[in-house]
């Protein structure tokens, strides 16, 4: 009888528990970072925290199906990807509401809270990145991981690019406008995943 590991099942057993060691370690980090972002948010007063606490709920959601895809078949991760973009697109919805907001209710965020914070998260999310890179291609399911995570680090550069104008101008403006441009990235994001999802659904089951 040949070697388990000479045939396809056995490397994808292999794959499977590695992606599932991968995903629960970013999950719990998402997690963590997603409560202190969020106090951190609201003691500053900043849309650009509480969008990007908002986007770290997200992730750890995203990141516990993704757990629950790695050992179904194409088509159930697809479904989990397609689900993945309509999360993706309801925080995108969430933070154009909060840019509303805050252009009719202006305050002046701590912009020292909001640029420590956001390079704590920066460090999170790289970690993040980097424990995700070597599984970047090797399905949909963690695709559309990846796509999450490196919004992530986009958005964490975002918020402290945010602190620093709001230090400069004392002016609520730059985190406003940081809410908007991560509104935009979340729905870019999210058609992408979408696509995707979809395009992966309409495929003849094998």
Same mark, same amino acid.
Request: aromatic share 6%; charged share 15%.
């Given at each position: ?5 000479? %045939? ?21 980090? %998402?997690?963590? *970072?997603?409560? #202190?972002?969020? *106090?951190?948010?609201? *003691? ?11 986007? %770290? ?5 995203? =990141?516990?199906? @993704?757990?629950?895809? #790695? @050992? ?13 973009? #309509? ?9 154009? @509401?909060?840019?509303? =907001? ?9 912009? /020292? ?8 998260? &920066? &460090?999170? %999310? ?6 995700? $890179? ?11 991981? $990846? /796509? ?6 986009? !958005?964490?550069? !975002? ?13 609520? $403006? ?8 991560? !509104? ?6 999210? !058609? ?15």
């Amino acid at each position: 009888m040949a070697d388990c590991c000479e %045939n396809k099942a056995c490397a994808l057993d292999a794959l499977r528990e590695r992606q599932s060691a991968t995903l629960k370690i970013v999950l719990g980090i %998402n997690a963590v *970072m997603f409560a #202190v972002e969020l *106090m951190a948010g609201m *003691m500053a007063g900043s849309t650009a925290l509480l969008s990007d606490s908002l986007d %770290n709920l997200g992730d750890a959601l995203t =990141y516990g199906m @993704s757990l629950y895809a #790695v @050992s179904r078949g194409p088509r159930s991760k697809a479904k989990v990807a397609l689900f993945k973009g #309509v999360l993706i697109l309801l925080a995108s919805l969430f933070v154009l @509401s909060q840019v509303v =907001y805050r252009i009719a209710v202006p305050v002046v965020p701590l912009y /020292e809270t909001m640029g420590l914070v956001s390079l704590l998260a &920066l &460090l999170a %999310n790289g970690t993040c990145l980097a424990l995700l $890179w070597k599984h970047r291609k090797e399905d949909i399911n963690m695709s559309s991981v $990846w /796509e999450c995570s490196r919004n992530d680090i986009a !958005a964490n550069i !975002a918020v402290f690019v945010a602190a620093g104008g709001v230090a400069l101008t004392h002016s609520g $403006w730059p985190d406003i406008l940081v809410g908007l441009a991560l !509104a935009l990235l979340f729905l870019k994001s999210a !058609a992408k995943v979408l696509k995707g999802a979809i395009v992966e659904l309409r495929l003849p089951a094998s």
